[in-house]
């Protein structure tokens, strides 16, 4: 006999029997018990927390000779015509691979027919979401008004899908995530049947991992017996392929101390041993999402699933932490996760980590604000031993905040003979000194250098350019019309790329816009001034 899997083996077959789900089973078991069921059925939830389930024992329960207060007996003949799946009546049908119109169409036309050997003919429709606008409509009628001896169960995972007509003809029921102890109570029961030692620690990292689907943590406890009948915390890692509470501390510590190498030698080091690096990735927003609710929940309950040895851990490292970390911390790791489904996930981990350990690359005012935390934190501890620098031997500011510009079609002129007005939103909380004209900028062809190595694009478009400070501005004087169509393009990526490689050559931080030559002036020559702009536009 073929092995069968233990969320198969497993599955509840009474509504009693379903573990979380009680707001549910109880108004289903009343309905069937009053006889007061509906023609339509909506389960929407998560994977994995019952609904095809639960909607298998409706149809098996609705066609039951002889109920148990609700439930099936599952000892009468269509109970065992339906538990051995011989019972022709109960169909189910998956909308991910038969979404056409013209399947619902055939659906219509079978559904006239009565039953065979049953009560009522049941149709299941697992991930309805899938069904395209056509099979939505053809179905729409079918359950405004279908036959009495026909009954629908609509289960999805993406219930937003659904259009609203659908919604209005059927009768609701939204799955909740099972709560992490009744998994484990669940993981401890099939663990003892199935002759398996599990540890409560162990069973605590399933039904985390699981993320409040029964089905997953029953798959993942199914994975682990396959490796040792004796499960452990070490044996439900290695099967998820998880990083462990040690190394997660541990990176921490290493992206709070900013020790971007020792971060970076551990990432390999996972990557080696053949950890997954989204599966790390969500590890580490996990345990950021810990350290933020130890933070900030003082008093009851915390709604954290570990251990009690993690939980202390957790809670001795969170001291190290202001609030404002994590959450500056949380956002980039989100931030990293919608990159790394599509593009080269060790890198992408590696490069958040290096954002994380330093600062100062972003120029988000997150960053900005963790920069400033930092520098005064360390003012404070130095400020003993500090040395007495003289005025003229004081180093130069060489991080400032980012200056955001308006985004409009074009870089907003910025005339040089008089200062603009700027916006309180627009102020940076550190930023250059105002200052007279300076000039022509020395050093723009180091700017343009390093641009050529880290966007060659706007390098390019720059070539032969000239650039001029103007207080707080940075005046670009581009010969190449392409510059201004560009500059706001692409997110004002091509902006960030040029403030980046001007503060690492200038020290500052400035905002963007074009120079902007001076007028002509009235005793200049009116045909001489209109030769030079047609030559400017090109026009012979």
């Known amino acids: 006999m073929a092995y069968q899997a233990l969320y198969r083996k497993y599955r509840p077959q009474t509504f009693s029997d379903v573990v979380g789900q009680e707001h549910i089973t109880?108004?289903?078991?009343?309905?069937?018990?009053?006889?007061?069921?509906?023609?339509?059925?909506?389960?929407?939830?998560?994977?994995?927390?019952?609904?095809?389930?639960?909607?298998?024992?409706?149809?098996?329960?609705?066609?039951?000779?002889?109920?148990?207060?609700?439930?099936?007996?599952?000892?009468?003949?269509?109970?065992?015509?339906?538990?051995?799946?011989?019972?022709?009546?109960?169909?189910?049908?998956?909308?991910?691979?038969?979404?056409?119109?013209?399947?619902?169409?055939?659906?219509?036309?079978?559904?006239?027919?009565?039953?065979?050997?049953?009560?009522?003919?049941?149709?299941?429709?697992?991930?309805?979401?899938?069904?395209?606008?056509?099979?939505?409509?053809?179905?729409?009628?079918?359950?405004?008004?279908?036959?009495?001896?026909?009954?629908?169960?609509?289960?999805?995972?993406?219930?937003?899908?659904?259009?609203?007509?659908?919604?209005?003809?059927?009768?609701?029921?939204?799955?909740?995530?099972?709560?992490?102890?009744?998994?484990?109570?669940?993981?401890?029961?099939?663990?003892?049947?199935?002759?398996?030692?599990?540890?409560?620690?162990?069973?605590?990292?399933?039904?985390?991992a699981a993320d409040g689907g029964m089905r997953d943590a029953l798959s993942i406890l199914d994975l682990c017996a396959s490796s040792s009948k004796n499960i452990d915390e070490k044996i439900v890692e290695n099967v998820c392929a998880m990083a462990g509470d040690e190394y997660l501390l541990e990176l921490c510590d290493c992206i709070k101390a900013g020790d971007t190498q020792k971060a970076l030698l551990m990432i390999d080091k996972l990557h080696n041993s053949s950890v997954d690096m989204l599966r790390l990735l969500s590890e580490l927003i996990s345990h950021y999402r810990d350290l933020m609710i130890i933070k900030t929940v003082r008093t009851g309950k915390r709604p954290i699933v570990c251990s009690a040895t993690r939980l202390a851990s957790l809670e001795k490292q969170a001291e190290k932490f202001e609030i404002k970390e994590i959450v500056y911390t949380l956002n980039v790791l989100q931030a990293a996760t919608a990159l790394m489904k599509t593009g080269d996930r060790r890198c992408e981990m590696e490069m958040t980590i290096v954002k994380l350990c330093n600062p100062q690359l972003s120029v988000d005012l997150a960053s900005l604000e963790r920069r400033i935390s930092a520098l005064e934190n360390g003012a404070v501890i130095a400020k003993a031993a500090a040395p007495i620098v003289k005025e003229e031997e004081a180093p130069a500011v060489t991080e400032t905040a980012d200056i955001i510009e308006d985004e409009d079609d074009d870089i907003p002129?910025?005339?040089?003979?008089?200062?603009?007005?700027?916006?309180?939103?627009?102020?940076?909380?550190?930023?250059?000194?105002?200052?007279?004209?300076?000039?022509e900028v020395a050093k723009w062809n180091e700017v343009l250098a390093i641009l050529t190595g880290t966007c060659p694009l706007i390098a390019a478009v720059l070539k032969g350019s000239k650039a001029y400070i103007k207080g707080e501005y940075l005046l670009i004087d581009a010969p190449n019309s392409q510059f201004k169509s560009l500059i706001n393009q692409q997110g004002g990526i091509y902006k960030e790329n040029i403030r980046e490689a001007a503060q690492r050559v200038l020290g500052a931080t400035y905002k963007l816009g074009p120079y902007k030559r001076e007028a002509v002036t009235n005793n200049a020559d009116p045909l001489k001034a209109l030769a030079e702009k047609l030559k400017a536009l090109e026009i012979n």
């Open 26 to 208: 109880k108004t289903l078991k009343n309905e069937l018990r009053d006889g007061k069921t509906v023609h339509a059925y909506l389960f929407t939830g998560t994977r994995g927390t019952g609904k095809t389930t639960c909607a298998k024992i409706l149809a098996n329960a609705v066609n039951c000779t002889n109920s148990q207060n609700g439930d099936p007996c599952l000892e009468c003949d269509a109970c065992k015509a339906a538990l051995s799946g011989e019972n022709t009546d109960i169909v189910e049908i998956d909308a991910a691979s038969n979404n056409g119109v013209d399947n619902i169409r055939e659906l219509r036309e079978i559904i006239s027919f009565a039953p065979a050997n049953s009560k009522y003919r049941v149709y299941i429709i697992d991930e309805v979401h899938m069904l395209s606008i056509g099979a939505f409509n053809a179905l729409l009628k079918t359950l405004e008004e279908p036959p009495k001896h026909v009954i629908f169960i609509l289960a999805t995972t993406e219930v937003h899908k659904l259009p609203a007509t659908i919604l209005s003809r059927c009768q609701r029921f939204d799955f909740r995530r099972i709560d992490n102890e009744k998994i484990c109570e669940r993981l401890q029961y099939v663990a003892q049947n199935e002759g398996l030692t599990l540890t409560d620690d162990a069973a605590t990292l399933i039904a985390s």
């Open 413 to 439: 002129p910025m005339p040089n003979d008089s200062d603009i007005p700027l916006p309180e939103a627009h102020v940076s909380a550190v930023k250059p000194e105002p200052k007279s004209d300076e000039g």
